[in-house]
């Protein structure tokens, strides 16, 4: 176990010795596994890893999704690891998620503006037309057109989607987003322009991230502090330029090895590149 | 390059002249593919790269003449093994699973799930031998599973489908691949649902069979790292039509077209990276040693 991620400001999120199982027909399986960090006010956590390492259940763990088996998730001093959806509900607003597939995350029958008000309405804005109005600026705010209000997911490109996915995290004015993956299932060209709103909202607002991603340039370009999980542990971490120039794990390693950036790739069909790179785990 | 190497020397194993692609959908006629022209020689790897919908699978599909006939109109030729497969729809069904393979993009959904990965690779090789016996086949689908790094590839030859990985299973479609010995593959994204290092994994197995034994591969991806590292040359598409074309080195350092820049600036930046190294340790240490 590597040392915590130093905390640049007052701690928003603190995850301790968490715990994540399901249930199996073999027993449970432990998805995560005694993991620990800490994500600042307006910090940017990134946390790499490959298919099965636990990532996604670890975000859904902290927007309790899912009710870890043991250890701490203290949300501004609040513990939520076990809080009960009573409790949960009103803490609920400060952490939001923005979801990996863009196609099966919005409700196909309400149009952008009704997808980015309901949550204004669970919050508690009880005026339609105050809220009309709110959902118009967040649409505005990630980049959409004033045309886009009355259109229905279907009309839109999954860049717009994710979008629409965005404002409507904003909507609840939340201290941390998580990104499950919110860039995996978009073209380059289009991902580069989520990658930008994203760091744009970030400057504007202070809101915090936390970065769940498989692909090491979009963690280069999105968050401060990186982890790396293998098996459900936390197996290297470190701030995000230290862990990819000088990675020590030998997973790590080969994580790096495996990320093909092709401005820094010489020579022709230079398969020397992928030699050291070890074979998949078979699952 | 190509009269220094004489591995890529002969006539093409796939010439592609002027291939257009109208689909036929319920929104009426799509061109998806708009006057195509590209070459595939033994030892190369030629590359189609491109964002979703611009005419590269569509493309990979066409030349293997894999689309819905009656729902897709080729024209122009495309010429494998001498003959033309969109003048003759005949030429495509000979050639395919003897002269060229196809690696499908999604390796969980390709193969069949209530059949043993022996049955589906005993037919692929009977197609090409069909005077092969069932244990001949055996001895030769269990060579294959070895060449392409299936661990126990004699009591793996009885397990199905999803007793296998992602990475495993794709190379067990290499290997139905290869057991029509073909002298062309054609890869349809073939790591995209892959982990990197699985997808490395494959890649230096596809690189590895290329050098021993000069297979000529048309790669389609989206990923301009991969494209980079495999390929001769690439031929970057947009709106069905290639922007630009040229070497691997050429299209990634010296981009001429705006469209081609734009994708190489929106690829996230990994960067270099201190690779002999072991850690965090600063190399003037090793200086002061030495």
């Known amino acids: 176990m590597t040392e915590l991620p130093t905390a640049t400001g007052p701690v928003l999120l603190s995850v301790e010795d968490l715990v994540v199982e399901y249930a199996t027909s073999r027993g449970p399986f432990r998805a995560v596994d005694h993991v620990n960090f800490r994500i600042p006010q307006g910090g940017s956590l990134a946390i790499v890893g490959e298919s099965g390492c636990g990532k996604s259940t670890l975000a859904r763990a902290l927007v309790r999704l899912l009710k870890p088996e043991s250890g701490r998730i203290i949300l501004d001093g609040t513990d939520i690891a076990q809080l009960p959806e009573r409790r949960l509900r009103p803490l609920r607003r400060h952490v939001q998620m923005v979801f990996q597939d863009p196609y099966g995350s919005l409700d196909p029958h309400l149009t952008a503006q009704q997808i980015v008000a309901e949550p204004l309405h669970v919050h508690g804005l009880s005026d339609r037309a105050q809220r009309a109005r709110r959902a118009a600026e967040l649409l505005d705010q990630v980049g959409l057109p004033p045309s886009a209000l009355d259109r229905r997911p279907p009309e839109f490109s999954g860049g717009q989607r994710q979008r629409i996915g965005i404002a409507r995290a904003l909507a609840s004015r939340p201290d941390l987003l998580v990104c499950d993956e919110a860039t995996s299932a978009l073209d380059v060209s289009v991902q580069a322009q989520v990658l930008d709103l994203l760091s744009e909202l970030q400057k504007d607002t202070g809101i915090a991230y936390l970065v769940i991603a498989h692909h090491l340039g979009v963690v280069r370009e999105i968050s401060t502090e990186l982890l790396v999980m293998r098996a459900g542990r936390i197996i290297e971490s470190g701030p995000t330029a230290t862990v990819l120039t000088s990675p020590s794990d030998p997973y790590t390693r080969a994580l790096r090895r495996a990320a093909l950036d092709p401005t820094t790739i010489r020579g022709v069909k230079p398969r020397h590149l992928l030699t050291s790179a070890p074979e998949g785990t078979p699952t | ?290």
Do not use: N
């Open chain 2, 1 to 290: 390059m190509a009269e220094e190497t004489p591995v890529t020397a002969g006539p093409p194993l796939l010439e592609a002249t002027d291939l257009q692609i109208e689909l036929i959908t319920a929104h009426g006629v799509v061109r998806a593919v708009d006057g195509v022209s590209f070459t595939v020689r033994r030892g190369e790897t030629v590359t189609l790269i491109g964002e979703s919908g611009c005419g590269k699978s569509t493309t990979a599909m066409g030349v293997l003449r894999l689309l819905p006939e009656g729902l897709a109109v080729l024209s122009g030729s495309v010429r494998i093994a001498g003959r033309d497969i969109v003048a003759d729809p005949d030429a495509a069904r000979a050639v395919r699973g003897r002269t060229v393979s196809l690696i499908p993009q999604d390796p969980m959904t390709a193969l069949s799930p209530v059949h043993t990965i022996g049955h589906q690779l005993g037919d692929a090789l009977r197609l090409r031998h069909p005077g092969m016996t069932r244990t001949e086949a055996r001895d030769k689908g269990v060579e294959l599973l070895a060449q392409v790094r299936i661990t126990e590839p004699r009591t793996r030859w009885k397990a199905y489908p999803h007793q296998f990985s992602g990475g495993m299973l794709q190379r067990i479609l290499i290997a139905t691949a290869l057991a029509a010995e073909p002298e062309l593959l054609v890869a349809d994204e073939p790591t995209s649902a892959l982990d990197a290092t699985v997808q490395a994994s494959v890649l230096d197995l596809l690189m590895e069979l290329q050098e021993r034994t000069g297979i000529g591969m048309l790669m389609i991806t989206h990923d301009l790292g991969v494209a980079r590292l495999v390929s001769d040359r690439i031929h970057v598409m947009k709106d069905g039509r290639f922007v630009e074309s040229g070497s691997a080195q050429q299209i990634v350092e010296r981009p001429a077209e705006p469209y081609t820049r734009e994708l190489l600036a929106a690829v996230p930046r990994v960067g270099t990276w201190d690779e002999d190294g072991d850690g965090r340790s600063e190399p003037v240490a090793e200086e002061a040693a030495s």
